[in-house]
């Protein structure tokens, strides 16, 4: 076989295989290609996912967007189907919009948004959907800098006052975690000790939710993480646990 055989060869290879990683990643998202393939990838399919979250947060604390899958045509393309690969549930503060802070676009993560992100049974039941219909791989549970729904549940806790109307709701959810944050911290415990904690109480929540999200963990169907958002920096914070 002369040189330039073995050339044309090996190149052909190199093709092949940098084809082959590229289609692997877009298979195991469930979409389509919306960030540049990285060097290392798990073989995980959560952690491939979770990489991607990251990855996309940088684009947007270092304001190198990437502004994926935004035009009409990708629009159309995802019209009657959708395979978001991951879930974001978040607070429903204007400063924490998760497809902007993630650097990602339509029909790529399956937000559930409310206040101080409690995970009522409407929560749980479109989490479950998520992972029990759509087969997302990951969840995240996304607490922030500077949370108004914590916030007001730790002066509630101080002035043992509860607010008016349906917050009472949102306060009772949330008031485990800041009481919590008490026993640990004593009182000089702040509003940033009260949010880590609850995004910490939800994610266990999530985890040991029956009948079905428990199960879908044990399997290695889904991974849950918490993670915490600043809002000066821009940048997300994975959570230990």
Known sequence: MNSNRRALLKTVAQSFIATATLACCRDSLGNSH????????????????????????????????HYPHQTAAWREHIALEQHPFAVVLGCSDSRVPPEIIFDEGLGDLFV????????????????????????????????HENCGAVNATL??????????GHLCRLVDDIRPAVLASRRKHGEDFDLDLA???????????????????NRYVEEGRVKIVGAYYDLHTGKVELMKG
């Open 112 to 143: 559930v948004r409310e206040a101080g992100h409690v995970a009522d049974d409407a929560t749980l039941g479109t989490i479950e959907y998520a992972v029990g219909h759509l087969d997302v791989p990951l969840v995240m549970v996304l607490g």
């Open 155 to 164: 002066d509630a806790v101080r002035s043992n006052i509860d607010p008016p």
């Open 195 to 213: 949010v880590r904690t609850n995004t910490t109480m939800v994610v266990d929540q999530l985890k040991k939710s029956g009948p079905l999200l």
């Open 34 to 65: 919306a960030h540049p393939v990285p060097s290392h990838i798990p073989t995980n399919r959560s952690d491939r996912a979770l990489m991607r979250l990251m990855q996309g947060n940088r684009h947007f604390s270092e304001h190198k967007f």
